[in-house]
């Protein structure tokens, strides 16, 4: 039996069982109601009460367990085993569909903390290495120019003694660019759209491309987290169009549609298939969710060719 069928049922049988003391039993009702009437109807309603509350119970004791269930996972331990569903149709169906979610969600959760993982590791071993390369080797070079200082002349001594100063400066234009990799400097100073101009500007100079810029004039307020967001979705989105799409203009834009703000990066270059695999679409993606956010990808053209990554955030104030 269904739930439907189940909660019919019981509550008709109480119907029923009613009327059929009623129609047996010597009871009577007087035009005026007395005082024992009035008592046996009372006693009689609250039976009756009674039988479908317990009926009622029973019927919905799948749901109870399912909800008591649902309240019990803990999203920081695998899921436990379960075994086929039974019971009432709708129940089981309910329960198996819940089953796939949680199995779903923390196979997610999972594949979210690995690339989470990754993605640190990563960037732990990028910065890691520009500090070797870049760093290291200018104070090694500053190192080895004051090695033995005290034993040449005035003018040699003048002569690495500016080498020194000018390695020192490397190294200290070296840890500026790698802390701009970490927190990009001109968001803060600038604010999101003078950080979106400087980087249509960078790729511009660095991969000879002809950028096309199209912001609006004042870019609504957004939260420090959600400009971050912004910034780092076309910071990626031009940094594949540079070293993936093969193509010779892009256009970078940003404006108000309704309570949303859209941040559009398309190019005219080969085109992809809805996915762009090992070029951080995924985590741009996730960074839209964590904005509140979505994030699409497709063709820029009709004819399929180019590529269009479209951002869309909430302003605040209308999360």
């Given at each position: 039996?269904?739930?439907?069928?189940?909660?019919?049922a019981?509550?008709?049988?109480?119907?029923?069982?009613?009327?059929?003391?009623?129609?047996?039993?010597?009871?009577?009702?007087?035009?005026?109601?007395?005082?024992?009437?009035?008592?046996?109807?009372?006693?009689?309603?609250?039976?009756?009460?009674a039988?479908?509350?317990?009926?009622?119970?029973?019927?919905?004791?799948?749901?109870?367990?399912?909800?008591?269930?649902?309240?019990?996972?803990?999203?920081?331990?695998?899921?436990?085993?379960?075994?086929?569903?039974?019971?009432?149709?709708?129940?089981?169906?309910?329960?198996?569909?819940?089953?796939?979610?949680?199995?779903?969600?923390?196979?997610?959760?999972?594949a979210?903390?690995?690339?989470?993982?990754?993605?640190?590791?990563?960037?732990?071993?990028?910065?890691?290495?520009?500090?070797?390369?870049?760093?290291?080797?200018?104070?090694?070079?500053?190192?080895?120019?004051?090695?033995?200082?005290?034993?040449?002349?005035?003018?040699?001594?003048?002569?690495?003694?500016?080498?020194?100063?000018?390695?020192?400066?490397?190294?200290a234009?070296?840890?500026h660019?790698?802390?701009?990799?970490?927190?990009?400097?001109?968001?803060?100073?600038?604010?999101?759209?003078?950080?979106?101009?400087?980087?249509?500007?960078?790729?511009?100079?660095r991969?000879?491309?002809?950028?096309?810029?199209?912001?609006?004039p004042?870019?609504?307020?957004?939260?420090?987290?959600?400009?971050?967001?912004?910034?780092?979705?076309?910071?990626?989105?031009?940094?594949?169009?540079?070293?993936?799409?093969?193509?010779?203009?892009?256009?970078?834009?940003?404006?108000?549609?309704?309570?949303?703000?859209?941040?559009?990066v398309?190019?005219?270059?080969?085109?992809?298939?809805?996915?762009?695999?090992?070029?951080?679409?995924?985590?741009?993606?996730?960074?839209?969710?964590l904005?509140?956010?979505?994030?699409?990808?497709?063709?820029?053209?009709?004819?399929?060719t180019?590529?269009?990554?479209?951002?869309?955030?909430?302003?605040?104030?209308?999360?």
């Amino acid at each position: 039996m269904t739930l439907l069928q189940r909660v019919i049922a019981g509550n008709a049988l109480v119907v029923f069982v009613g009327a059929l003391i009623l129609a047996l039993s010597p009871a009577t009702i007087s035009p005026r109601i007395t005082g024992d009437e009035a008592l046996l109807l009372a006693a009689g309603a609250t039976a009756a009460l009674a039988a479908n509350a317990v009926l009622m119970r029973r019927a919905l004791a799948p749901l109870r367990s399912l909800a008591a269930e649902m309240a019990a996972v803990d999203p920081l331990r695998p899921a436990p085993p379960r075994g086929p569903r039974e019971g009432v149709a709708e129940v089981a169906a309910l329960g198996r569909a819940y089953d796939t979610m949680v199995h779903r969600l923390l196979a997610e959760r999972h594949a979210s903390a690995g690339r989470a993982i990754a993605a640190q590791e990563a960037e732990r071993a990028r910065i890691g290495r520009e500090l070797h390369d870049e760093v290291g080797q200018a104070l090694t070079g500053v190192a080895l120019e004051l090695q033995g200082l005290e034993a040449v002349d005035a003018a040699a001594r003048a002569e690495r003694l500016g080498a020194a100063r000018e390695a020192l400066r490397a190294a200290a234009d070296g840890v500026h660019e790698i802390t701009h990799g970490l927190r990009p400097e001109p968001l803060e100073d600038f604010g999101l759209r003078g950080a979106l101009v400087a980087l249509a500007s960078g790729l511009a100079d660095r991969a000879r491309l002809r950028v096309r810029r199209e912001l609006a004039p004042a870019l609504p307020a957004l939260a420090p987290a959600t400009e971050l967001v912004v910034y780092r979705v076309a910071q990626e989105a031009l940094t594949n169009v540079a070293r993936h799409a093969g193509a010779t203009t892009v256009t970078l834009s940003a404006r108000v549609e309704g309570d949303m703000m859209v941040l559009t990066v398309a190019d005219d270059g080969r085109g992809v298939d809805g996915a762009l695999p090992g070029t951080g679409v995924q985590g741009m993606r996730e960074r839209a969710l964590l904005a509140g956010g979505t994030l699409d990808l497709g063709p820029a053209a009709p004819d399929g060719t180019g590529t269009a990554v479209r951002l869309a955030v909430p302003v605040e104030g209308t999360a």
